[in-house]
């Protein structure tokens, strides 16, 4: 074989002008497409949906934190076999209330995740931001105009960091997009079901409480102590009743967090952390494919 055939270099994809033009037109549109502002846009009106579900959420979570802890507090009074007794049905609702504070920090950990894709997506709009993604753009444009007069290191260089940038600007809009299409077509019916068991949980202990809340004393005649012995009698008996409806109570509000902190935890943290692996990965391959 001649000597300037094994001297031959490798040639590269990018070396074909096919390749060079198909990205130089990405190049033009991505800087277009990021100076118009509609992905962000877009992207910031999902983020103030969610960060508005966010909050109602953790509202609701400690409005119920709070008629649980009154259910706590609440006691029953009644006398079997004559003798005074005082029982708080709502203890059993202390795990399930351990439970509401913990999905009560998981939504305000939801809202610090939004809040800081919010500031994300504020910043890819601030102007020298935007100035330096569009200079990356034009400077990438003139190696492929100029591709056989650069150097390859300046031609690598230029090409990963115009990559590189472009991967960071799209990837808030990439997040709230996928977030987006996959609460709107699976997430919302389940969402919005649990959202409204918590609430007619949280009323159904709020009429528990008032049920229980004694009456003020007044003098007492023979017919009202013998009116109060028929309602102790009573009361023992509704006991077994007031406690079934505080365990329907905690296992609906149980299922109902548990679904809820899967949800906020999926679209806040797992879903972001995944379109930045893919990101990495994107611009890992991208770069391989182009040597």
Request: no cysteine; aromatic share 8%; hydrophobic share 55%.
């Given at each position: 074989m001649p000597e300037n055939q094994k001297m031959q270099p490798k040639k590269q994809l990018i070396d074909s002008r096919t390749t060079r033009l198909v990205l130089g037109l990405v190049t033009i549109i991505s800087v277009l497409v990021a100076a118009s502002g509609i992905a962000d846009r877009h992207g910031r009106e999902y983020l103030e949906q969610s960060m508005?579900?966010?909050?109602?959420?953790?509202?609701?979570?400690?409005?119920?934190?709070?008629v649980i802890s009154v259910a706590q507090g609440t006691e029953v009074a009644f006398e079997p076999a004559g003798v005074g007794v005082n029982f708080a049905p709502g203890e059993i609702l202390d795990p399930v209330n351990d439970m509401i504070e913990r999905f009560s920090w998981v939504m305000l950990s939801a809202s610090a995740s939004l809040g800081l894709q919010q500031l994300l997506s504020e910043l890819s709009e601030w102007l020298p931001v935007m100035l330096i993604y569009a200079v990356s753009g034009i400077a990438l444009l003139l190696v492929l105009l100029l591709y056989?007069?650069?150097?390859?290191?300046?031609?690598l260089f230029v090409l990963r960091l115009f990559v590189l940038l472009t991967i960071a600007r799209f990837l808030i809009p990439a997040v709230a997009f996928s977030a987006e299409m996959i609460h709107t077509g699976f997430l919302e019916p389940r969402y919005d079901v649990a959202v409204?068991?918590?609430?007619q949980a949280s009323d159904r202990i709020g009429n528990l409480n008032e049920s229980a809340m004694p009456g003020q004393p007044d003098e007492e005649g023979i017919f009202d102590k013998l009116a109060k012995m028929y309602g102790s009698a009573q009361s023992s008996l509704d006991i077994d009743k007031r406690l079934t409806k505080y365990r329907e109570v905690a296992a609906e509000i149980t299922s109902s967090s548990v679904e809820l902190i899967v949800i906020f935890l999926f679209q806040t943290l797992l879903?972001?952390?995944?379109?930045?692996?893919?990101g990495a990965f994107l611009f890992r391959s991208t770069m391989?494919?182009?040597r």
């Open positions: 508005a579900r966010t909050l109602v959420t953790f509202g609701i979570a400690r409005a119920l934190n709070g056989d007069r650069t150097a390859e290191g300046v031609r409204a068991r918590l609430e879903l972001p952390l995944a379109i930045v692996w893919f391989r494919l182009l």
